[in-house]
């Protein structure tokens, strides 16, 4: 069994000096932000700090799989979109003048389909064991994760996805988070219903919780993936569902008030 003390806080300035720079370019760019923003912003920061600096991505790394998935949860599909929440449209407008290119893949179908590559790519076994066999395709990996996840929640959030020029209304964005479950149901319950351990690393890794072997590990990172991810798409899609009934109520009470 591993020294999980040893383990329990990792230090790379990388991280530090990436995540500082990301902060200060958000600052400029989001001049016109609000405190809430500023604060959604300041979250989805803290979040990708706590995936990669503290045990999660020790533990993760060295033992669990499990722990592993929850890593790439946060930086894939809870930070993304904290950040976006901190944009308004105007600056969401800036930032695809800035980055040629962003316009076209935050589209509904190229943010969807680019995810899902992501998604699925990463966890066939020959890329997950390289990831973990190789400290700079690891980041690289990590660094997709956010910008996938970025893509994929622009189209859904209100401030970025005026940027669009196919514009989702809220049945359609409620349809888009559905879609994009599969991949993530896919990876799932593929982890939760095998019978063998699919990635070698873990198979030869010291076991960090007495009783956890490699393939109960394995679908715990499953169901984690699975859990994460509906939850999240859910209160996506809760608050999609009650803008919409709030607009529709809006729009059917003007006619009568105007009639009077």
Do not use: N
């Not at 020959?126 to 190789?134: I, N």
């Not at 007495?210 to 899609?237: E, H, N, R």
């Amino acid at each position: 069994m591993p020294d999980l003390a040893r383990l329990a806080w990792p230090f790379d300035p990388t991280v530090y000096i990436g995540l500082a720079a990301f902060a200060v370019a958000y600052l400029w760019l989001a001049r016109d932000r609000s405190r809430l923003q500023s604060a959604f912003f300041g979250l989805g920061v803290l979040v990708a700090w706590f995936a990669l600096e503290t045990p999660v991505d020790a533990i993760g790394d060295c033992c669990l799989q499990s722990v592993h998935m929850v890593q790439h949860i946060l930086l894939g599909l809870i930070a993304p979109p904290l950040w976006l929440l901190g944009l308004t449209p105007a600056s969401a407008a800036r930032l695809t003048r800035l980055l040629p290119g962003l316009r076209t893949i935050t589209e509904p179908l190229p943010a969807q389909v680019i995810f899902a590559v992501l998604m699925l790519g990463w966890h066939l076994p020959v890329l997950y064991d390289a990831t973990l066999a190789s400290e700079p395709l690891h980041i690289v990996e990590h660094l997709t994760f956010m910008a996938g996840g970025t893509l994929f929640w622009w189209p859904v959030l209100i401030a970025t996805s005026t940027t669009a020029r196919w514009r989702l209304r809220e049945a359609g964005k409620l349809v888009y988070l559905v879609v994009g479950t599969l991949p993530q149901d896919t990876v799932s319950l593929i982890l939760i219903f095998s019978h063998q351990p699919y990635y070698e690393h873990y198979v030869r890794a010291a076991r960090a919780i007495a009783g956890v072997d490699p393939l109960t590990d394995q679908t715990l990172a499953g169901i984690a993936l699975m859990a994460a991810g509906k939850i999240s798409f859910l209160v996506a899609g809760v608050k999609i569902f009650f803008d919409w009934m709030i607009r529709v109520r809006a729009e059917e009470a003007g006619p009568r008030l105007v009639g009077g």
